[in-house]
């Protein structure tokens, strides 16, 4: 399938295209860019040096992808943006290579970012990823796979979102999520129970669905420390997939990690 470039466009001479992409009027890819086949870039699009996107992606007009981070500390090092296969980057939506921290963002396959939203430098967004409109993400974000961000919601930097998890919309998002839970809150962020619908959707059992439920009860309602209620769970429960992912998860961030808690009624 051959490439459809309009006459407009400017294209960079070192920039490869892979097989049947095409590239709307006006369109910007600039030198050391590499784009996948199939990949659809709309008109007005601006793809600068160190973006490597994959096969099959859609980019619409207005977004600008692989430009410098926004971080004072960056010095003009050479760094890339990765973004997987069949991602969806709506219109004017930016994502930032990354810095010297990492050297890299990347953005995993079959996600789908909407209009106006943001990620910054060094984050690491997975797969089957929903970021609603005017989302921003700080630098140095995690978001697992199968994560659902709201509208208007605002990721702090180097905050973690685990797998399954959604964000209500205009939630303030400056405390870890661990998988399989919905957090929101714009005045307090918190834990606001299971994500029982999006794991059904996602072919989780009611036996898995029951095992998280019991989890998390010890460690959000049980009174006891993280720390404690996280040993209860080891030695209560079998040593399922589930729970060995929650466990991690809250290990990873044990070095002065803050997490999301129950919203306190008192």
Known sequence: MQSIIHPTAIIGQSAILGEGVSVGAYSVLEDD??????????????????????????????????????????SGEKTYLYVGDRTVVRECVTLNRGTMASGKTVIGSDNLFMAYSHVGHDCVIGNHVVVANCVPFGGHCEVGDYVVIGGLAGVHQFVRIGRFSMVGALS???????????????????????????????????GQISLIK?????????????????????????????????????????????????????
């Open 214 to 266: 019991d989890v998390y009860r010890i460690i959000f309602q049980s009174g006891l420390l993280l720390a404690n209620a996280l040993e209860k769970v080891k030695s209560e429960f079998p040593p399922e997939p589930e729970l060995l992912e929650i466990l991690d998860f809250f290990a990873a961030g044990s070095h002065g990690r803050k997490f999301i808690r129950p919203f306190n009624h008192k």
């Open 172 to 206: 303030r998002a400056t405390l870890d999520v661990p998988p399989f839970v919905m957090a929101s809150g714009h005045e307090a962020f918190r834990f606001e129970g299971l994500n029982s619908i999006g794991l059904k959707r996602r072919g989780f059992t009611s």
């Open 33 to 74: 860019v590499e784009i996948g086949a199939g990949t659809k870039i709309w008109p007005h699009v601006h793809i600068a040096s160190g973006a490597r996107i994959g096969s099959d992606c859609k980019i619409y007009s207005g977004a600008v992808l692989a430009t410098e981070p926004q971080d004072l500390k960056f």
